[in-house]
């Protein structure tokens, strides 16, 4: 009988192995956390990044591609920007350097100098001024209208990463605002770092097709999108690639774009290789 219960302890111990339940040697196993841990770490660092008044100002180079194409699949009109990005206080701002590989002219690079002194004026005035926080966009209202799976872990470039499906709590979640119509509507996989539970990875696409502005102005029908983040030698994360596939309608015409980013170059802002 002893043997009989030692062996289906064996069993149930292979199995909980087989399912990722158990992480780490024989002598040194450590329980996966739940994927509420998971995010709520997540999620708590992304708060306590926002509130950090002391971060360290960056900028880096982004290359942005955007293809609008015909009902064929094929390019009908691509346009490609280089901007300088600038991190600071947790937001991005963007000055456009190029424009089809070419530089702007004198009266256009005067317009961004004077929309660059402007947003520098905002962010002396508040912390909270109207950037763009390319960087951190996890917040408690998003993580709150999904349900997260863990299915495992895998490397991301060379970091292990928790990996977790996601998809919406309900078919009916309320719409509070425009965004919410297509938020409410996500699906995909998400590679949240596991020792400093930054994203790294994530993959998402449309459920289902959806309607803005009351299906007036326009609608959606397929929505997907890929993002890869890196982090530095110093341990800050940024955004270092984005490919997205976006088709539906525009009033009365179809529409479907495509877009490609990438950015690089990171470093302090003053640095001497700036």
């Keep these: 009988m002893k043997h ?11 199995g909980m192995l087989a ?40 900028v880096y180079t982004k290359l942005s591609i955007t293809e609008e194409l015909d009902d064929k699949g094929r390019v009908k009109d691509r346009k490609q920007k280089r ?56 917040t408690a209202e998003l993580v709150a209208k999904y349900r997260f799976t863990l ?38 996989t998400v590679w949240i770092d596991e020792e400093e539970f930054e994203i790294a990875k994530a993959e998402i696409h449309l459920d289902s097709e959806v309607t803005l502005w009351r299906g007036v102005l326009a609608s959606l029908k397929r929505f997907t999108l890929c993002l890869e983040r890196t982090r530095i030698d110093d341990g800050v994360w940024f955004n270092r690639a984005t490919t997205g596939d976006f088709e539906g309608r525009r009033l009365l015409d179809p529409m479907r774009i495509r877009i490609k980013s990438e950015s690089n170059n990171f470093r302090k802002l003053g640095s001497s290789t700036e």
């Design 4 to 14: 009989v219960f030692a062996c289906r302890e064996g069993l149930l111990f292979l």
């Design 19 to 58: 399912l990722g339940t158990w992480r780490g040697g024989a002598t040194n196993l450590i329980p996966s956390p739940l994927p509420a841990q998971i995010m709520g770490k997540a999620l708590q660092r992304a708060q306590r990044l926002e509130s950090d008044l002391v971060r360290p100002d960056y």
């Design 83 to 138: 901007y300088q990005v600038l991190f600071h206080s947790g937001l991005s701002y963007l000055k456009l350097m190029k424009v089809e590989g070419q530089n702007l002219s004198a009266a256009e690079l005067r317009k961004q100098e004077d929309h660059e002194l402007a947003e520098r004026q905002k962010l002396t005035q508040t912390k909270f001024a109207k950037g763009d926080n390319r960087e951190n966009f996890l």
């Design 151 to 188: 299915i495992g872990s895998e490397c991301v470039h060379g970091r292990p990463a928790y990996e977790l499906k996601f998809e919406p709590k309900a078919p009916d979640l309320p719409v509070k605002q425009v965004m919410d119509r297509l938020l409410n509507h996500l699906s995909g």
